[in-house]
């Protein structure tokens, strides 16, 4: 691709990804980034989706937009599949009269599988309950669509700000003298700041044509290295925060949700690392720098 300026359109700019991508791509004078929060661009309304593509003619959307809360989700079934599902139909369609090209992020939740090795992104999905099923939903129809399309998987996502596990354990262990965290969930956590730079190096080196299309128009896992419980991961996060607060190890079944969680999100980094070269940090150095990040 050759253009003097990159027009960026990216939604959900006030979340935890959102945000960070727009900090890196508004001093990258390559690109132009038009952001949209919830009340400038709800993605849940097509026609919103149809004329803003159609005014701005992106060419890479970022949509970072989705609904997240899992456990409301299974009583909230229809909002939650627009959002996370035909909305991403709707996105594809637009861009594809457009000829633009759309990064979009999904989620662990896709596989729910468990087989006790880091999951492969041709692994089978068996998604289990709405949120899960309207982010498999959401791949599928941007795969139909027939655009270039990166999908990227992540997992647990946490930032400095924002609702998230990381957030909610500093809030919890200064109101509380004890604690109580699943420890039969593995995964790891994937950081907002480590997904945007990730995010900007391959919008930038696709654009310069150093990442074909080819490579580009594909499903990636991205998260941290290593493998950890929720348990493993408050514990570190109090002991680096110099919290004193007992957190006791409790099996899932003890914390009854809603919405059934994945046992095993340990996915695998090979492929966007070998087709990509990416370089996901290891959880326990990206959890300092965003503590680092935090305390500033």
Excluded at 26 to 49: A, G, V
Excluded at 92 to 113: M, P, T
Aim: net charge positive; aromatic share 10%.
């Amino acid at each position: 691709m050759t253009a003097d300026k990159y027009r960026i359109l990216l939604t959900g700019s006030k979340g935890q990804v959102g945000k960070a991508i727009l900090n890196i791509l508004s001093s990258n004078p390559l690109f132009d980034c038009f952001h949209f929060d919830r009340s400038q661009m709800d993605i849940s309304r097509e026609d919103q989706i149809k004329n803003i593509i159609k005014d701005i003619k992106p060419h890479y959307f970022i949509n970072t937009a989705a609904y997240t809360a899992v456990d409301a989700a299974e009583s909230d079934a229809e909002n939650c599949m627009v959002i996370n599902g035909h909305a991403c139909g709707w996105i594809a369609e637009a861009l594809k009269k457009q000829n633009g090209r759309l990064i979009h992020f999904s989620s662990d939740y896709v596989y729910h599988s468990y087989t006790g090795f880091p999951l492969k992104e041709s692994d089978v999905t068996r998604p289990a309950g709405v949120y899960a099923k309207s982010k498999l939903l959401g791949e599928n129809l941007i795969r139909e669509a027939g655009i270039p399309a990166m999908i990227l998987r992540t997992s647990w996502v946490c930032s400095p700000d924002g609702k998230n596990f990381l957030n909610t354990i500093l809030r919890l262990s200064e109101q509380r003298p004890t604690l109580q965290i699943v420890n039969d969930q593995y995964g790891a956590p994937a950081f907002a700041s480590d997904i945007a730079h990730e995010t900007h190096r391959i919008l930038e080196a696709h654009a310069k044509g150093l990442i074909s299309d080819h490579e580009f128009n594909d499903t990636y896992n991205f998260t941290s290295h290593g493998c950890i419980t929720w348990y493993d991961f408050a514990v570190k996060i109090c002991q680096l925060a110099g919290r004193t607060v007992e957190i006791t190890p409790i099996p899932s079944k003890s914390y009854p949700t809603p919405a059934k969680r994945p046992y095993w999100s340990v996915m695998s980094l090979n492929k966007i690392k070998t087709k990509l070269n990416a370089r996901p940090p290891h959880w326990l150095e990206a959890l300092k720098a965003c503590l680092r990040e935090k305390s500033l």
